[in-house]
Protein backbone atom coordinates (compact mmCIF):
# COMPACT_ATOMS: atom_id res chain seq x y z
CA UNK A 1 0.00 0.00 0.00
CA UNK A 2 1.23 3.28 -1.22
CA UNK A 3 1.79 5.65 2.34
CA UNK A 4 0.51 8.55 0.70
CA UNK A 5 -2.55 7.22 -0.32
CA UNK A 6 -5.64 7.76 2.10
CA UNK A 7 -6.23 4.87 4.32
CA UNK A 8 -9.45 2.54 3.86
CA UNK A 9 -12.36 3.20 6.00
CA UNK A 10 -12.55 0.52 8.83
CA UNK A 11 -14.86 -2.01 8.08
CA UNK A 12 -15.85 -3.46 11.62
CA UNK A 13 -16.78 -7.41 12.17
CA UNK A 14 -17.24 -8.77 15.63
CA UNK A 15 -17.24 -12.25 17.35
CA UNK A 16 -16.18 -14.48 19.72
CA UNK A 17 -13.91 -16.73 21.04
CA UNK A 18 -16.21 -19.57 23.14
CA UNK A 19 -14.25 -21.36 25.15
CA UNK A 20 -15.94 -24.60 27.16
CA UNK A 21 -14.10 -26.53 29.98
CA UNK A 22 -14.41 -30.13 29.59
CA UNK A 23 -12.93 -33.21 31.95
CA UNK A 24 -9.13 -31.82 31.59
CA UNK A 25 -8.83 -28.73 29.61
CA UNK A 26 -10.46 -25.88 27.35
CA UNK A 27 -11.62 -26.22 23.82
CA UNK A 28 -12.38 -23.78 21.51
CA UNK A 29 -15.64 -23.09 19.22
CA UNK A 30 -14.66 -23.00 15.35
CA UNK A 31 -16.59 -22.62 13.11
CA UNK A 32 -16.23 -23.33 9.02
CA UNK A 33 -17.73 -21.29 6.28
CA UNK A 34 -17.28 -21.19 2.47
CA UNK A 35 -14.08 -18.80 3.53
CA UNK A 36 -12.56 -21.76 6.40
CA UNK A 37 -12.12 -22.00 9.58
CA UNK A 38 -12.56 -18.77 11.62
CA UNK A 39 -13.98 -18.43 15.29
CA UNK A 40 -18.36 -17.32 15.17
CA UNK A 41 -18.20 -13.75 13.78
CA UNK A 42 -20.54 -11.22 12.08
CA UNK A 43 -20.23 -7.64 10.50
CA UNK A 44 -21.41 -5.03 12.75
CA UNK A 45 -24.12 -2.66 11.19
CA UNK A 46 -23.51 1.28 11.81
CA UNK A 47 -24.29 2.20 15.46
CA UNK A 48 -24.55 -1.06 16.41
CA UNK A 49 -22.31 -2.31 20.04
CA UNK A 50 -19.72 -4.56 18.98
CA UNK A 51 -19.97 -7.13 21.82
CA UNK A 52 -23.90 -7.27 21.00
CA UNK A 53 -23.04 -8.06 17.19
CA UNK A 54 -20.64 -10.69 18.40
CA UNK A 55 -23.67 -12.19 20.64
CA UNK A 56 -26.03 -12.09 18.22
CA UNK A 57 -23.75 -13.57 15.55
CA UNK A 58 -22.80 -16.20 18.30
CA UNK A 59 -26.57 -17.34 19.65
CA UNK A 60 -27.46 -17.33 15.25
CA UNK A 61 -24.72 -19.63 14.10
CA UNK A 62 -24.23 -21.98 17.19
CA UNK A 63 -27.59 -21.75 19.31
CA UNK A 64 -25.76 -21.09 22.26
CA UNK A 65 -27.07 -18.02 24.73
CA UNK A 66 -25.52 -18.39 27.74
CA UNK A 67 -22.40 -17.30 28.13
CA UNK A 68 -19.89 -16.28 30.72
CA UNK A 69 -17.39 -12.85 30.57
CA UNK A 70 -15.35 -14.03 33.71
CA UNK A 71 -12.35 -12.45 31.80
CA UNK A 72 -13.88 -9.22 31.21
CA UNK A 73 -15.75 -7.61 27.99
CA UNK A 74 -12.54 -6.23 26.15
CA UNK A 75 -11.59 -7.25 23.07
CA UNK A 76 -8.40 -8.04 20.64
CA UNK A 77 -8.53 -6.89 17.02
CA UNK A 78 -6.56 -8.93 13.88
CA UNK A 79 -4.80 -7.09 11.86
CA UNK A 80 -6.24 -4.71 9.38
CA UNK A 81 -6.28 -5.92 5.74
CA UNK A 82 -5.23 -3.63 3.10
CA UNK A 83 -8.99 -2.88 2.08
CA UNK A 84 -9.61 -2.15 6.23
CA UNK A 85 -11.54 -5.09 7.09
CA UNK A 86 -10.62 -6.37 10.83
CA UNK A 87 -12.57 -8.15 12.92
CA UNK A 88 -12.93 -7.92 17.05
CA UNK A 89 -13.03 -10.95 19.49
CA UNK A 90 -14.29 -11.32 22.68
CA UNK A 91 -13.64 -14.24 25.06
CA UNK A 92 -16.40 -16.17 26.73
CA UNK A 93 -17.10 -19.65 28.55
CA UNK A 94 -19.76 -21.50 27.69
CA UNK A 95 -21.26 -24.17 30.22
CA UNK A 96 -22.51 -26.46 27.18
CA UNK A 97 -20.58 -28.22 24.63
CA UNK A 98 -24.01 -28.62 22.92
CA UNK A 99 -24.00 -26.46 19.92
CA UNK A 100 -27.05 -26.47 17.09
CA UNK A 101 -26.68 -25.83 13.34
CA UNK A 102 -29.06 -22.60 12.55
CA UNK A 103 -30.96 -22.23 10.03
CA UNK A 104 -29.26 -18.97 9.18
CA UNK A 105 -26.65 -16.92 10.48
CA UNK A 106 -28.14 -13.44 9.89
CA UNK A 107 -27.49 -10.39 8.60
CA UNK A 108 -23.52 -10.34 7.58
CA UNK A 109 -22.84 -13.66 8.42
CA UNK A 110 -22.31 -16.42 6.80
CA UNK A 111 -24.02 -20.20 8.05
CA UNK A 112 -21.56 -22.09 9.12
CA UNK A 113 -21.06 -25.74 7.29
CA UNK A 114 -19.37 -26.88 10.30
CA UNK A 115 -18.62 -26.76 14.14
CA UNK A 116 -16.26 -28.00 16.40
CA UNK A 117 -14.31 -27.60 19.30
CA UNK A 118 -10.45 -28.32 18.92
CA UNK A 119 -7.68 -27.56 21.75
CA UNK A 120 -5.72 -25.05 21.18
CA UNK A 121 -3.11 -27.20 19.57
CA UNK A 122 -5.58 -28.30 17.10
CA UNK A 123 -7.20 -24.73 16.73
CA UNK A 124 -3.25 -23.78 15.30
CA UNK A 125 -4.15 -26.02 12.86
CA UNK A 126 -6.96 -25.15 11.26
CA UNK A 127 -6.93 -21.52 11.80
CA UNK A 128 -5.62 -18.76 9.32
CA UNK A 129 -2.52 -17.39 10.33
CA UNK A 130 -4.09 -14.10 10.56
CA UNK A 131 -6.06 -15.95 13.69
CA UNK A 132 -2.67 -16.41 15.48
CA UNK A 133 -2.86 -13.45 17.36
CA UNK A 134 -6.40 -13.56 18.49
CA UNK A 135 -5.50 -17.46 19.45
CA UNK A 136 -2.35 -16.24 21.47
CA UNK A 137 -4.09 -13.52 23.30
CA UNK A 138 -7.12 -15.96 23.97
CA UNK A 139 -4.90 -18.23 25.23
CA UNK A 140 -2.92 -16.46 27.22
CA UNK A 141 -6.16 -14.99 28.76
CA UNK A 142 -7.57 -18.55 29.78
CA UNK A 143 -3.82 -18.97 31.77
CA UNK A 144 -4.25 -16.23 33.97
CA UNK A 145 -7.71 -16.81 34.88
CA UNK A 146 -7.97 -20.16 34.69
Not at 31 to 54: C, H, I, L, N, Y
Amino acid sequence: MDPSSPRPTKVLAAGLVVVHLDASRYRLLCVRTSGGWDFPKTRVAEGEDPMEAALRATRESTGLRKLDFKWGEDGRETIAFDDGRVSRYFLAESTTDEVSRAAGAGAGAEAPLEHRWVTAEEAEDILPPRLALILDWALERLATRA
